[in-house]
């Protein structure tokens, strides 16, 4: 953990799962522990089918797990208390508009569920996203429906807001649009954003905290600069005799003849000094993208399951 | 990917137009933003006692982090750049840029970095110093 986050952003848990699993007949869901902490945003990176969606319905209620607990803002996920679930807002894909309506039909009918619906924000989010109110859905791109779901969800104003694959299919353009509003609702403290999303690029940009699932797992949860930080490539000139030191997560990722590249994912500044003494030349040590250190964690995750 | 990381932060700027930040830039985002702040205090358009936007408010303007703003904050606070108080924010500091602690450790590893490869490609320590008077020379042309 890097100290930044030390005092954390938020004291308070706004969610947390505690020992979550679900078992269906292809897919097993193993004992995630998570919590997201209240004025954060937070990434769950994972490839399709990882477990990242089943996550998000348990938390949300939809599905029971087999084990384990949910809290959601203090209280139980399962609880049916609507005061509880006023205050989420929950975005997926495949949720269903009615396609013969207006985007305004849509906005009447959430206001007249959701007391705490703005009615001036919803305009706002009009406009920003160049959504026309009289429009109806049938006549949306891809892009313009999901940012109208994203519209009904936003404009309630929910504490906490649960996200799946939001920006999935978005033109440039327009997941900038949609990141640009997340980090605008996030300007007050009290609110939190549980985000999914397959492109690290999304997460790195706007995420406080970062968690890679993948196979039903959760392989690896820190904070994001945690993630930039404590990963490091090196490539090194070394003769076949050569024995890597013994350095808590330093790894051999490749070797062509003499040269070698090694990823750690626990970095040191003195760990350049340590491969040098071992006998190596060092040619090169660089910081590695959030997806690289995805694609590395991943394989390692993989590996050590196989063992 | 590539294509779309060079829009990535074209379309929001104009809000705070006085930071602009590239994903293309290999440097860390709050690097990016430590850098941009000194520059504008040090050329004046920051004078002491300005208030900086809240974390929350900047990380909203640049649709980035809130951990990327905090942590561009503090290490500006700790190198004397801005000062913040609990609960009023924070504001460029009377005498800024006393030790720019932050930027002569980014030269102390460029340093060794350049000593690292001039060593590997076999040059000698004076062929080492003229290079760098050079590129001194050079940096010292473009800025007028």
Known sequence: MSAVLDPPLGAIAAASLRGVSKTYRHFHLRDIDLEFATG?????????????????????????????????????????????????????????????????????????????????YAEELLDRFGLIAKQKIKGLSQGQRVKALLLLVLARRPKLLILDEPTNGLDPVAKQE????????????????????????????????????????????????????GWRRFRLQAPGSWVPPQIAGLRAEASFGNLRVMTIDRYRPDVEEQLEASGATLEGSEAMTLEEIFLATVTRGREECRR | MTDESVTVYSVYMNRHSWISLSQSDPRALYLQVIEQIQRRVAVGDLPPG???????????????????????????????????????????????????????????????????????????????????????????????
């Open chain 2, 50 to 144: 300005t208030e900086l936007p809240s974390i929350r408010q900047l990380a909203a303007d640049l649709s980035v982090s809130v951990i990327t703003i905090k942590r561009a904050y503090l290490e500006l606070e700790r190198e004397g750049t801005i000062t913040t108080r609990q609960g009023k924010g924070s504001v460029v500091a009377d005498r800024p840029g006393l030790q720019s602690s932050m930027a002569q450790r980014e030269l102390d590893e460029h340093m060794n970095q350049a000593a690292r490869l001039g060593i590997l490609l076999g040059l000698s320590k004076s062929e080492m110093q003229r290079r760098i008077a050079e590129a001194y020379e050079k940096s010292q042309r473009k800025r007028k």
């Open chain 1, 178 to 229: 949609v990141l640009s509003e997340l980090m605008q609702t996030v300007k007050d403290e009290a609110r939190t954003i549980v985000y999914s999303s397959h492109h690290t690029q999304d997460i790195e940009q706007i995420c406080d905290t970062i968690t890679f699932v993948d196979r039903g797992r959760v392989i690896a949860s820190d904070d994001r600069d945690g993630f930039l930080n």
């Open chain 1, 40 to 120: 954060t945003v937070n990434g769950l990176i994972g490839p399709n089918g990882a477990g990242k969606s089943t996550i998000m319905r348990i938390m949300m209620g939809l599905v029971r797990p087999d084990r384990g607990t949910v809290a959601m803002l203090g209280r139980p996920a399962s609880s049916s208390e609507s005061s509880a679930k006023r205050e989420i807002g929950y975005f997926s894909e495949d949720m269903r508009l009615y396609k013969a309506e207006t985007i305004a039909f849509h906005m009447q009918f959430v206001r007249s569920l959701f007391p705490d619906w703005d009615e001036r």
